[in-house]
């Protein structure tokens, strides 16, 4: 299973982007879908994610300001960022907590991480 990300790139204060996460290879059914984030000198932390359901869970610093949404046909996961802070400067990362294929069962895949720049 191979996760590409993009939709990042250099923002002022208050804009917005759209982070794009697509799944490829043998994928019978995918389980949580998220989005981390890793700050230099910080511990990768939680954004946000959604379950096969469409159940979300959203750290409190992005709540109000940020939406994550899939589509399960195009294995794809979407995290809408507005009202974008510096703070929020970072290499965003994908997850998919539990992949199942005809390989069997894969467990925590990440993306390779695009960066997220938001000038004040």
């Known amino acids: 299973v191979q996760l590409v990300e993009s939709g990042g790139g250099l923002v002022q204060a208050g804009g917005s982007l759209v982070l794009s996460c697509a799944a490829s290879g043998s994928i019978f059914s995918i389980g949580a879908m998220g989005w981390y984030r890793q700050a230099p000198g910080k511990q990768r932390e939680l954004v946000a994610t959604?379950?096969?359901?469409?159940?979300?869970n959203y750290a409190d610093s992005v709540k109000g300001r940020f939406t994550i949404s899939r589509d399960n046909a195009k294995k794809t996961v979407t995290l809408q960022m507005n009202m974008l802070k510096p703070e929020d400067t970072a290499v965003y990362y994908c997850?998919?907590?539990?992949?199942?294929?005809?390989?069997?069962?894969?467990?925590?895949?990440w993306g390779q991480g695009t960066q997220v720049t938001v000038s004040s």
């Open positions: 997850n998919l907590d539990r992949v199942v294929g005809n390989y069997g069962a894969q467990y925590d895949r």
């Open positions: 959604i379950n096969a359901d469409g159940y979300t």
